[in-house]
């Protein structure tokens, strides 16, 4: 069995220009640069524990672990549900076209665009791939289970009624 990894730390873009690519990832995500590498790239904060590198194209080469890469790539960027429509009037609003939107057979969206050298890039919504809804499931279970227990305290044939607050669980309504 292998050892374990936490996911992905960094994934890498490479750019022809990075000041130009930076600027876009900074204004249209928010990302933050958060080491400079001179010429030759930069790093910037794209999550909590996520790093988007920016390589200028061919300058990785000499290093002395090499890598370079070329064509157009492609990276997803998670979205909640609710922020879809506001991503779509955000592209429209700094004139990216959408090229494609995706209806996935999960109930999950995708928006697809392209930076400024031509790297496809994706906001998707819960529902794209089974492992992205786990957080969803795991809201919905827990509500669920706030609404049967209130179900069960407000039908107990004894009358009593249980401290559901005291449980975490709010009481929203009376039955």
């Known amino acids: 069995m292998p050892p ?4 992905f730390l960094e994934s890498s873009l490479y750019v022809n220009d990075v000041d130009n690519s930076a600027r876009f990832y900074e204004k249209i ?3 933050e640069i958060i080491s400079d590498f001179g010429g030759r790239g930069c ?3 794209a999550g909590p524990r996520q790093v988007l590198l920016l390589f200028k194209k061919g300058a990785s080469k000499s290093q002395s672990t090499p890598h370079d890469g070329d064509g157009q790539l492609h990276l997803a960027f998670a979205i909640d549900a609710s922020e879809l429509t506001r991503w779509e009037a955000w592209l429209a609003e700094n004139a990216i076209p959408i090229e494609d ?3 996935w057979e999960r109930g999950g969206v995708s928006l697809y665009f392209r930076d400024p050298d031509g790297h496809s890039l994706e906001v ?3 529902g794209v791939w089974t492992i992205y809804q786990l957080s969803q499931c795991r809201f919905l279970r827990r509500h669920l289970a706030a609404v049967l227990l209130v179900v069960a305290v407000r039908q107990d044939p004894h009358g009593d009624r249980l401290p559901t607050e005291s449980l975490g669980f709010p009481v929203v309504g009376q039955i």
């Not at 374990?4 to 996911?7: F, I, L, Q, V």
């Open 124 to 126: 998707a919504t819960p």
């Open 29 to 31: 995500f928010g990302f």
């Open 101 to 103: 939107t995706t209806h």
């Open 4 to 7: 374990k990894t936490a996911g």
């Open 43 to 45: 790093a910037m904060q």
